[in-house]
């Protein structure tokens, strides 16, 4: 058997082969969701349930900044503060921690869901900035999830959570046998966060519609894919079935 190849036929070759195994593979395309809902509206349900069932990662700012607080290191200080009065902690100190461990962790995530993050106009500038230099293989979804105050104070006063860091799963009082101290997935305390309380829920409840109309105009502007879910006296097995059609 005789093959006859060119001169410029055996370039094409060498310069495809060194294309497929020398240069750098493209990132794959990735999705990102940003949940628009008051604190305690239902995305950490939806963010656990994907995880389990999909695979998705999640990552909450509001836990990372616990984290550094349970560490007692200088972003845990300066935050401290603004969390015990259910304050934003400056836009700043968050998007530097959130580009910190999109950088550490994006590579092993296909579809990513974030849990509490942008909450103001400010930090959605910086994440869309912080994704066209670093990330432009991220598509941003955003989800806005509807659901009264008054529902939402109900559910964070009947809310227990795992002080596990690593597990920190979320419990109603009601659904749990009476009595239950201990996390039925993990067997650590169950305990009520510290800005759980009433009076903190409803400050932050107020600081998250100083900041919603903004940021659902900056999305909207982008010209990101929105989708609204109702929640109002849903369970989360219905805002999950919910959920699932947006995929
Ligand atoms: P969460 O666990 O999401 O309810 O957040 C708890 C607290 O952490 C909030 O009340 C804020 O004080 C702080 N926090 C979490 N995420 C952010 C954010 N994106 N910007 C500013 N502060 C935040």
């Not at 495809?16 to 305690?40: C, V």
């Not at 400010?122 to 994704?131: C, P, R, T, V």
């Not at 991220?138 to 529902?151: C, M």
């Amino acid at each position: 058997m005789k093959f006859i190849f060119g001169g410029g036929t055996v370039v094409a070759l060498l310069v495809l082969i060194s294309d497929t195994y020398f240069s750098k593979k493209k990132p794959t395309q990735k999705i990102m969701f940003i949940f628009l809902g008051a604190p305690g509206s239902g995305n950490v349900t939806i963010a656990e349930r994907c995880v389990k069932d999909f695979g998705f990662a999640t990552v909450s700012t509001g836990q990372l900044l616990r984290d550094a607080m349970a560490r007692g290191d200088v972003l845990g200080k300066q935050a401290e503060g603004f969390i015990k009065q259910g304050q934003l902690v400056p836009d700043e100190l968050v998007a530097d921690m959130v580009d910190e461990w999109l950088t550490r962790n994006i590579d092993k995530i296909d579809t990513l869901m974030l849990d509490g993050y942008p909450r103001t106009e400010k930090q959605a500038q910086m994440l869309d900035a912080l994704l066209k230099q670093k990330f432009p293989h991220i598509t941003t979804r955003l989800v806005k999830i509807n659901i009264s105050d008054d529902a939402i104070v109900a559910r964070i006063a009947d809310r227990l959570t795992c002080e596990n860091k690593s597990c920190s799963a979320i419990y109603s009082r009601k659904l749990l046998q009476a009595g239950q101290e201990t996390c039925p997935s993990c067997g650590s305390k169950l305990i009520r966060r510290a800005d759980d309380q009433e009076a903190v829920v409803r400050e932050r409840l107020k600081v998250h519609a100083q900041h919603a109309d903004a940021l659902l105009t900056f999305y909207k502007n982008a010209g990101v894919r929105i989708d609204e879910l109702n929640v109002e006296g849903k369970t989360p097995e219905q805002v999950f079935a919910d959920f699932k059609k947006l995929l």
